[in-house]
T-cell receptor, first 117, second 114 residues
Framework: NAGVMQNPRHLVRRRGQEARLRCSPMKGHSHVYWYRQLPEEGLKFMVYLQKENIIDESGMPKERFSAEFPKEGPSILRIQQVVRGDSAAYFC???????????????FGAGSRLTVL | KQEVTQIPAALSVPEGENLVLNCSFTDSAIYNLQWFRQDPGKGLTSLLLIQSSQREQTSGRLNASLDKSSGRSTLYIAASQPGDSATYLCAVRPPDTGGFKTIFGAGTRLFVKA
């Protein structure tokens, strides 16, 4: 079991470019969560997805950010027209299919570190 | 609104010392509390998960306790080692909106000196 896989691990973009971060959940997991960790801060919830559905995106900035989890393939966090303030570590987590999400252990990926020049 | 606070923010101890990391949360209505370890530039490793009906969990030299009524959890590390140096994060899962929105503390940075 390869765990939660995120790529790229490091991404450098210039202001105004687009960033795409990918997350493949653990085998058997269909719940995916994205968190952002700004420098010297704790992790903040961004969005919760299940296959083909956004369940809650209350932590996503209203503009430029979007997320998807298609039927096939990884979940993608997309940031359009990046600004310096988007520089952060973006973590993906997954939890098992079935059961009650609130009771399940979150398994995190190693994160994708975005640097905006 | 649920908030999680971790004290101290940073801690430096000599090797072999037993230590306690503290976590407090403002709303006692939680599904569970999870302690994580984060190494610099790396992801999060789950250490212990305590369900709301439980009082403590143990794994090796780690013991985590949960007192929901007072909104507190402690992570006890016995006989600390340099390899324990990392940031320790406490996270709770509140029941609103289905319990999936985990709230994290800012962490305690631990440095164990050889």
């Amino acid at each position: 079991n390869a765990g939660v896989m995120q790529n790229p691990r490091h991404l450098v973009r210039r202001r105004g470019q687009e960033a795409r971060l990918r997350c493949s959940p653990m085998k058997g997991h269909s719940h995916v969560y994205w968190y952002r960790q700004l420098p010297e801060e704790g992790l903040k919830f961004m969005v919760y997805l299940q296959k083909e559905n956004i369940i809650d995106e209350s932590g996503m900035p209203k503009e430029r950010f979007s997320a998807e989890f298609p039927k096939e393939g990884p979940s993608i966090l997309r940031i359009q027209q990046v600004v310096r303030g988007d520089s952060a570590a973006y973590f993906c987590a997954s939890s098992p299919t079935g059961g009650f999400p609130g009771a399940n252990v979150l398994t995190f990926g190693a994160g994708s570190r975005l640097t905006v020049l | 609104k649920q908030e999680v606070t971790q004290i101290p923010a940073a801690l430096s101890v000599p090797e072999g010392e037993n230590l306690v990391l503290n976590c407090s949360f403002t709303d006692s209505a939680i599904y569970n509390l999870q302690w994580f370890r984060q190494d610099p530039g790396k992801g999060l490793t789950s250490l212990l998960l305590i369900q709301s009906s439980q009082r403590e969990q143990t794994s090796g030299r780690l013991n985590a306790s949960l007192d929901k009524s007072s909104g507190r959890s402690t992570l006890y590390i016995a006989a600390s080692q340099p390899g324990d140096s990392a940031t320790y994060l406490c996270a709770v899962r509140p029941p609103d909106t289905g319990g999936f929105k985990t709230i994290f503390g800012a962490g305690t940075r631990l440095f164990v000196k050889a």
